[in-house]
């Protein structure tokens, strides 16, 4: 069974730096898109950004400039530098990707993390 386990989170003021880790194993098939997802207390889950296959990335407006995301295709390991960072990125994040739980299925499903906590101090 395919798994998605999400590294890096923890405490840091802000202006500092983070980089968050997710490594996918198990069976996970014809990876496509990957991507971190947040959500801050008392809110919902939102996109933070994501970066297909072939390298094309998309961020949200909110962290274009700060955040950048990359992948390693050979490892299926995906990652966030999150730079200068605020009080207002805190928030459990979620690693997503988009696969088959083997080769033959017919579409790909949707494999999340469990989570990893981003607390930034003022």
């Known amino acids: 069974q395919g798994q998605l386990l999400e590294s890096g989170g923890g405490l840091v003021q802000a202006g500092g730096s983070l980089r968050l880790s997710c490594a996918a194993s198990g069976s996970i098939f014809s990876i496509s898109t990957m991507g971190w997802y947040r959500r801050a207390p008392g809110k919902q889950r939102e996109l933070v950004a994501t970066?297909?296959?072939?390298?094309?990335?998309n961020y949200a407006d909110s962290v274009k400039g700060r955040f950048a995301i990359s992948r390693d295709n050979a490892k299926n390991i995906l990652y966030l530098q999150m730079n200068s960072l605020k009080p207002e990125d805190t928030a459990v994040y979620y690693c997503n990707a988009e696969g088959k739980p083997f080769m033959a299925y017919p579409t790909t499903i949707a494999y999340w993390g469990q989570g990893t906590q981003v607390t930034v101090s003022s």
């Open positions: 970066v297909t296959s072939g390298g094309t990335r």
